[in-house]
């Protein structure tokens, strides 16, 4: 029996179901199975004796069901994932209590919450059922529904959170914290603070408001020896609009009661008040206060709809007292070295912290953990990975030297170095070199394609647009023709005899260059040796398409290129890439003056652009709409706009029109126009973004600016300042918003990518971090928590010093055995689909 079961692993189904929900239920892809089908022949498969007959009947009912999957809408996908879940738990939590029942009746310990826990595991004793489940002994794989006060459906609510198991509670951190610790007295008030206030009902009134039948209000006075607040409080719905519930309300809060409250101050239409507050009764002024939110440090988890902050610090509450049960993978003497504290103590402290300081602490760790684990994973990756070597050779480079019209920046001789050790290194480079608009990116990836064709293999570069991949294939073709290099383009518009004769050529190796779109990845693309890629503004392409391109090779050198702007954190804290930073701008490049102008000054705007192109300069005016829509009747439209411009404002001037909706040869067409100085005037969409490069052009205006990101605004304003003459950018907005106004007054303050990119990164926010390893869902990581780049900057420079000193003793890290095991999880998550085998 037990050979016939040996197959089946309940971790690896786990890991499987974690996966697949993490990528948002695709039926991925695994190196012999999909998804589905894995789980389909594993649960159909002969069972283990712990398998009960109702779980046996379960599993096949389930194996029956995944055999479906593909034909199922992504919500029934999410609830088969779940039942799976929760009875893979169910069944690993009867072999852990077969294994060590003597375990089982110890009372759970802590030191957080006491009270609280006391209170919840007597009642776990007392108490068989809480709705229709039974409470069972808490465990880190105890299910959701097995605690007290969670029913099966609350706990089918929690998994849209991806919460299933004690574990998973554990380790869902809160994304802020709010202190309610400070008591302090109603006549020390001050708008903004976070406070608790202890005093007495003076008046409690509930009662349904009379402009609304479906709203009731509540009004309470409260009072202390210093002066009186009045608290409102609004329940929108009928039962609270019943009179017996609003009686219990008042008998529950009764006059003279001694209560504590806690909120955030607010000055509103009757003086200051407490917003969104918590009220708990004392039975005197000085009694301890028994509320998991009145008066202490309260934390806020991300939430999503039908579930509750009360719901989720309910659950985490109930889950404490058994967090010292989670094993620290992380060896004593690492954690010593670099001040860490264990990894219970930082989950428990995360939640509920004893005080600031150790919730810092706290952070910090999990933080290092995130770093170390994804450094650790990219080290063992690389490891398993054989390095192309380049031959170290020159003379090409020595002949593109001798013929280039211009002397390179330092910042660019230095990235030029940080990728020749690269090539010639023991792994593949994969390396991002990031720089500003117009900072001259492209001929740092000339020096490196030219080193790959000197060690006599193939390189390709990759463009998200034809546009943009025209301009590479005219600037590079250029210098390659005077060094007698072959270089092709390919693009969809590629004609059929032209694109066979240039696959045949890339085939047998002749075609040392080529040059493309998205056309480079398709099927019918070989190459015969390629050892470089380079992929220009990688964010436009999905994870796939760049893989695609790299499965062309055998673990092809990889280098990134991109202009968007990206805060430093973000990108120097990704494990998988090195980072080139090409920070200076070539000689010669007057910085743009950008201005933020209201519709009332647009006369100004065109008498300015009227001053440019009599002086031979041409201008770029770019809208956010193709043409007028009529959800949006006050943005204008490129087309409708152009023919306004062309009869009304500037009769006189020649107007192109290019937008993403023309074909390529009409795009062609509008940008060769106006690259020949046939059209002065180019209105546009964004299409112009990337890769339209007109040194003659010397305005750019921008209609409603604040529709745009900051980072798109960056690039947009960097099509113009292309050449010698003094550049300009107008932003029009008429918008009424200070928050839209800030956000475009950044363009005004710096044309500095990475100071635009950390300003829109806190006036906006990150987003959802890279990858898919995160804590805290819902697009938080717990790296979030550190405000202080710096502070983060240096620690992720000690995890990363961590992991390396590590697999630099041991590569396999099978002399650590805790922290092989943590690593394995970690990186099955980072690969997705191969644990699907």
Known sequence: MESSTAHLDINRLQQALTVEAERGFVNLQGRQYLFADFLSLSLGQNLPPVWDSSDRLQAQTLSNQYAKYASLPISQRQHLVAETRRLLYDVRRREIAAASAPQLTKKPKTEILVKQATKTTSARSNSTQTGTTALKPLSLDLNLQYLEGISPKVAEKLTRLDLHTVEDVLNYYPRDHIDYARQIEIRNLNDGETVTVIGTIHRYSCFTSPKNPNLTIVEIILRDRTGQIKLNRFWAGKRYSNRGWQEQQKRLYPQGATVAASGVVKRGKYGLTLEDFDIEVLDHSQDRIESNTIGRVVPVYP????????????????????????????????????????????????????????LEAAIVRLTFDKYFYRRLVSLYRRNQQKAIQFVPRSHLIEKLEAILPFQLTGAQNRSISEIRADLQGTTPMNRLVQGDVGSGKTIV?????????????????????????????????????????????????????????????????????????????????????????????????????????????????????????????????????????????????????????????????????????????????????????????????????????????????????????????????????????????????????????????????????????????????????????????????????????????????????????????????????????????????????????????????????????????????????????????????????????
């Not at 309910?314 to 004593?332: F, M, S, T, W, Y």
């Not at 760049?546 to 990704?574: C, F, W």
């Open 303 to 358: 939430l999503t709809e039908g579930i509750s902050p009360e719901l989720i610090r309910r659950v985490v509450i109930q889950c404490l007292p058994i967090a010292h049960k989670i094993a620290d993978p992380i060896p004593e003497k690492l954690r010593k070295d670099y001040q860490l504290i264990g990894l219970a103590e930082a989950i428990a402290q995360v939640h509920y912290p004893d005080d600031s300081e150790k």
């Open 445 to 837: 990836a000339v020096y490196a394609l030219l080193a790959a064709i000197e060690s006599g293999y193939q390189a390709a570069l990759m463009a998200p647009t034809e546009v943009l991949a025209e301009q590479h294939y005219r600037k590079i073709v250029e210098w390659f023709n005077l060094l007698y290099i072959p270089v092709e383009l390919l693009t969809g518009s590629t004609r059929t005899a032209k694109r066979r004769e240039t696959l045949s050529q890339l085939e047998t190796g002749e075609l040392p260059l080529i040059i493309g779109t998205h056309a480079l990845i398709q099927d019918t693309v070989n190459f015969c040796r390629l050892g470089l890629a380079v992929i220009d503004e990688q964010h436009r392409f999905g994870r796939d398409q760049r893989s695609r391109l790299l499965q062309k090779g055998e673990d092809p050198h990889v280098l990134i290129m991109t202009a968007t702007p990206i805060p430093r954190t973000l990108y120097l804290t990704n494990s998988e890439i090195e980072v080139s930073i090409i920070d200076e701008l070539p000689p010669g490049r007057k910085p743009i003056q950008t201005t933020l102008l209201k519709p009332s000054q647009r006369k100004d705007a065109y008498e300015l652009m009227r001053r440019e192109i009599a002086q031979g300069r041409q201008v770029y005016i770019v809208f956010p709409l193709v043409e007028e829509s009529d959800k949006m009747e006050d943005v204008k439209a490129a087309i409708q706009e152009r023919e306004h411009l062309q009869s009304v404002v500037f009769p006189n001037f020649k107007i192109g029109l290019l937008h993403g909706q023309m074909t390529s040869s009409e795009k062609d067409e509008a940008i060769n126009q106006f690259r020949r100085s046939e059209t002065e005037i180019l209105v546009a969409t964004t299409v112009v973004e990337v890769g339209v490069d007109i040194p003659n052009a010397s305005v750019m205006l921008i209609e409603h600016a604040d529709r745009f990101g900051l980072a798109q605004l960056h690039q947009l304003r960097g099509r113009v300042g292309r050449g010698a003459a003094q550049s300009y950018c107008l932003l029009m907005s008429n918008a009424k918003s200070e928050v839209a106004q800030e956000r475009l007054k950044v363009l005004e303050q710096s044309q500095d990518g990475f100071f635009i990119a950390e300003r829109d990164f806190q006036l906006r926010g990150k987003g959802k971090d890279e990858g898919t390893e995160q804590s805290g869902h819902a697009g938080f990581s717990i790296e979030d928590r550190l405000s202080d780049e710096a502070k983060r900057l240096e620690l992720y420079q000690i995890a990363r010093e961590a992991a390396e000193r590590l697999i630099k003793k041991d590569s396999t890290l099978e002399s650590f055995p805790q922290l092989k095991a943590e690593f394995d999880h970690h990186y099955q998550r980072l690969q997705g689909g191969a644990i699907f085998t």
